[in-house]
């Protein structure tokens, strides 16, 4: 009987913190310090990346929005660079776009995403980042938290692409 009760115990217990956050914050500190600890090493292997990159959307998952994720997500693609893993990019992208996905208005995210894209050279991805921003849905009035994370990822794009325009600018004018 005891045991009974302590189990009914645990189970309510566990239940309230679950309904406050507290355990989604633990799995995903968790997670992030797993892939931290990847991140970390000098010379990670593409599997390893590969499953850290897992463990980040997993901590993104639990604790969406969240910068440090971001953070953690740029610091193992600048690993996979580092250890000579030519995908680190295209590996980031994709867990961008998936981050992206789920909140679209996590600026974190976004602002990782397009300074990416900047790094790349890829303007017609950048255009497309602040299209995909400032799109409302038929029938909804604009969200001004919508509007503003719009009238950010366009600033930030442009400031991104100058550098690329003004290269640009400069061969076609040498021609």
Not at 7 to 32: D, E, P, R, W
Request: charged letters at 20%; a neutral charge; aromatic letters at 6%.
């Amino acid at each position: 009987m005891k045991n009974f009760l302590l189990v009914i115990a645990a189970v309510c217990g566990l239940s309230l913190l679950a309904g406050c956050g507290l355990l989604k914050q633990k799995a995903a500190a968790y997670y992030l310090a797993k892939a931290h600890a990847v991140a970390q090493k000098q010379s990670a292997t593409e599997a390893e990346l590969v499953e850290a990159l897992a463990q980040v959307e997993r901590s993104y998952s639990y604790a969406s929005n969240s910068p440090a994720v971001v953070a953690t997500l740029e610091e193992l693609a600048s690993a996979a660079s580092k250890s000579g893993i030519a995908k680190g990019q295209e590996l980031q992208s994709a867990a961008l776009r998936n981050m992206l996905t789920r909140d679209p208005l996590d600026w974190s995210a976004r602002e990782s995403m397009i300074t990416l894209l900047a790094s790349r050279g890829d303007l017609n991805a950048l255009a497309d980042q602040v299209v995909a921003m400032g799109k409302i849905p038929a029938g909804h009035k604009p969200d001004p938290k919508q509007a503003y994370c719009a009238m950010l990822a366009q600033l930030a794009a442009t400031a991104s692409a100058l550098p690329w325009l003004e290269s640009e600018a400069y061969l076609n004018i040498n021609k």
